[in-house]
T-cell receptor, first 108, second 114 residues
Framework: GIQVEQSPPDLILQEGANSTLRCNFS?????LQWFHQNPWGQLINLFY???GTKQNGRLSATTVATERYSLLYISSSQTTDSGVYFC??????????FGKGNQVVVIP | EAGVTQFPSHSVIEKGQTVTLRCDPI?????LYWYRRVMGKEIKFLLH????????ESGMPNNRFLAERTGGTYSTLKVQPAELEDSGVYFC????????????FGSGTRLTVV
């Protein structure tokens, strides 16, 4: 199956700072998703982004499929942005391969 | 629309007991998936239903796990007998037929086997 690697594994940010999370995947994918795991454990979809760039408020994501990576940008971070961010690659027959996640802590 | 709902949110059982997890997908979603995350590991695929049929169950760890999806609606995942290494968070997700990669995940069931 596809290998998905996320970096950095842990990140501490001062409120208001910007950050970039990276996701590398080992093979061609059908889709690429970014999730945020909220304090209740739910995986909240942030972006479906097999290629190109999308923006949603303070978050944006870029996937360069030919180079097999995706980036998630968090601008003007807030304490509510804290949590684990997962990258997941869809491949084969609708399976998702997840990375280990980026643990983000935003301090006031 | 209502999201993907999972019951229970937490379950603590003794080794050797049986536990049944339930997932109610988004209404009309033909695709239903089970994933799990055991401590310190990645979230891993378990199986995939299309309506009531098992499309892919290659991720099921062993025959102690049994998944069903009656009438193509809700799904259950039974673990019998439970072992310590089954502890983790079990996630369910669903997606529509026309957008199979558009997953919506539930909140998960945290299973602890003691």
């Amino acid at each position: 199956g596809i290998q998905v690697e996320q970096s950095p594994p842990d990140l501490i940010l001062q409120e208001g700072a910007n950050s970039t999370l990276r996701c590398n995947f080992s093979d061609s994918v059908n889709n690429l998703q970014w999730f945020h795991q909220n304090p209740w454990g739910q995986l909240i979809n942030l972006f479906y982004i097999p290629s190109g760039t999308k923006q949603n408020g303070r978050l944006s994501a870029t996937t360069v499929a030919t180079e097999r990576y995706s980036l998630l940008y968090i601008s003007s971070s807030q304490t509510t942005d804290s949590g684990v961010y997962f990258c997941a690659a869809a491949y084969g027959n609708n399976r998702l391969a997840f990375g280990k996640g980026n643990q983000v802590v935003v301090i006031p | 629309e209502a999201g993907v709902t999972q019951f229970p949110s937490h379950s603590v059982i003794e080794k050797g007991q049986t536990v049944t997890l339930r997932c109610d997908p988004i209404s009309g979603h033909d695709n239903l998936y089970w994933y799990r995350r055991v401590m310190g590991k990645e979230i891993k695929f378990l199986l995939h239903f299309v309506k009531e049929s098992k499309q892919d169950e290659s991720g099921m760890p062993n025959n102690r796990f049994l998944a069903e999806r009656t009438g193509g609606t809700y799904s259950t995942l039974k673990v019998q007998p439970a072992e310590l290494e089954d502890s983790g968070v079990y996630f369910c997700a669903s997606s529509p037929y026309r957008h199979p990669y558009g997953y919506t995940f539930g909140s998960g069931t945290r299973l602890t086997v003691v």
